[in-house]
């Protein structure tokens, strides 16, 4: 940006006015005696950093509340088996009966 006589101009009208004159737009400055105005380009808010499988935020988040669950039996034990006489004798008798239907089919 430039000044002349309390009006701004940009440095495109000041190059377009030097062309006109058959000038360079130093030459130009120098020649109308033109302030540059030097302008403070805006700072660029920082853009959130993305995180594949991340949530992207500008601002923290409350952390959620903890939940509590019922524990699981988990364990991998197997039932326990009656290995009484009389239950090995029933089981057998099981068996013998699936075997005969199976038979007949």
Sequence with gaps: M???????????EVT????DKK?????YVSKF???EIKTEQP?????????KDA????EPEQAPEILVLDSEDT????????NSEAAIKKRRKENAKQDDILAAA
């Design 2 to 12: 430039f000044e002349y006589e309390g009006s701004e101009y940009t440095l495109e």
């Design 75 to 82: 364990s991998l034990d197997l039932p326990k088996i009656d």
């Design 55 to 58: 949530a992207v935020t500008s």
């Design 33 to 35: 005696n033109l302030k």
């Design 43 to 51: 700072v660029e808010k920082p853009s959130d950093v993305v995180v």
């Design 23 to 27: 000038l360079s737009v130093e030459d």
């Design 16 to 19: 377009k006015a030097a062309e």
